[in-house]
């Protein structure tokens, strides 16, 4: 019997091999893409399990062939050939393309989202980088393991935000999540940036009183400028 794995599947185990049990009777060999199990004979009536054991692409189907060398023909096509369709892994981005935090607010939350639902549990790391924001000074970094139990679809992270009394440009935090586990893969996007909204009035600059008078006598006249706020 003629295994083909899906595109981009791995191969964990095949009968005989750890979480795979018992070989029932099977020896199997591994090519890149391809498992094959033989067994000298088969008796009539009798249907061997066959247990092998692949992480999952995103989609792909499992294609199994079986050919008897022996003078038997089972007219039945369908009984040489089985076609498993392999479920969608589960696909970890961020749940929107930004995220922006005002400056006075202490923490951004940060939401990562899980699709399809699933009943496995996955997780995913993640991590800040200073964009042209900078640790320490406008938030703290952060990093962690977000972990996604059954039919559990959204997680989130939080990022400490610093406040200053200085007025200046809008500052950008870089986050990413990256390393899926359980079988998940990253979606898209796996990589956005926090934007920290200043909240620091630049003031008003004006003149110091609506006209000024100077003899004409004078070197100069002093003209006097004010800042408010």
Same mark, same amino acid.
């Given at each position: +019997? $003629?295994?083909?794995?899906?595109?981009?599947a791995? /191969?964990? &185990? *095949?009968?005989?091999?750890?979480? &795979?049990?018992?070989s029932?009777?099977?020896t &199997?060999?591994?090519?890149p893409?391809? *498992?094959?199990c033989?067994?000298? =004979?088969?008796?009539?009536?009798a249907a061997?399990?066959?247990?092998? !054991?692949v992480?999952?692409?995103?989609?792909g189907p499992?294609v199994?062939?079986?050919?008897? !060398?022996?003078n038997?023909?089972?007219?039945?096509?369908?009984?040489?050939?089985q076609t498993? !369709? @392999?479920?969608?892994?589960?696909?970890l !981005?961020?749940?929107?393309?930004?995220?922006s935090?005002?400056?006075? *607010?202490?923490?951004?939350?940060i #939401? *990562?989202?899980? =699709?399809?639902?699933g009943?496995?549990?996955?997780? +995913?790391?993640?991590? $800040?980088s200073?964009? @042209?924001?900078?640790?320490?000074?406008?938030?703290m970094? #952060?990093?962690?393991? /977000? @972990?996604?139990?059954?039919?559990?679809d959204?997680?989130?992270?939080? +990022?400490?935000?610093?406040?200053d009394?200085l007025?200046?440009?809008?500052?950008?935090?870089?986050?990413?999540?990256?390393?899926?586990?359980?079988g998940?893969?990253?979606g898209?996007?796996?990589? %956005?940036l926090? #934007?920290i909204?200043d909240?620091d009035p630049?003031?008003?600059l004006?003149?110091?009183a609506?006209?000024? =008078?100077?003899?004409e006598?004078?070197?100069s006249?002093? %003209?006097?400028?004010?800042?408010?706020?």
């Open positions: +019997v $003629t295994h083909t794995l899906p595109t981009g791995s /191969l964990l &185990c *095949v009968p005989g091999e750890g979480a &795979c049990g018992s029932n009777g099977w &199997c060999v591994r090519i893409g391809v *498992v094959s033989l067994r000298p =004979t088969l008796a009539p009536g061997p399990d066959i247990t092998i !054991q992480s999952a692409p995103l989609v499992l199994s062939g079986a050919v008897v !060398q022996a038997e023909f089972d007219p039945v096509w369908g009984n040489n050939y498993i !369709q @392999t479920p969608f892994a589960a696909l !981005q961020f749940g929107a393309p930004a995220f935090v005002l400056e006075g *607010v202490p923490s951004a939350t #939401t *990562v989202v899980r =699709t399809p639902s009943s496995g549990t996955v997780g +995913v790391s993640y991590s $800040t200073n964009g @042209t924001a900078f640790d320490s000074f406008d938030y970094a #952060t990093s962690g393991m /977000l @972990t996604f139990g059954p039919d559990v959204s997680q989130s992270f939080t +990022v400490p935000i610093l406040n009394t007025d200046e440009p809008d500052e950008t935090v870089a986050l990413s999540i990256y390393s899926p586990t359980g998940a893969a990253l898209s996007p796996n990589a %956005v926090l #934007t909204r909240n630049g003031g008003t004006q003149f110091s609506t006209g000024y =008078t100077v003899s006598a004078s070197a006249a002093t %003209v006097t400028v004010t800042r408010s706020g």
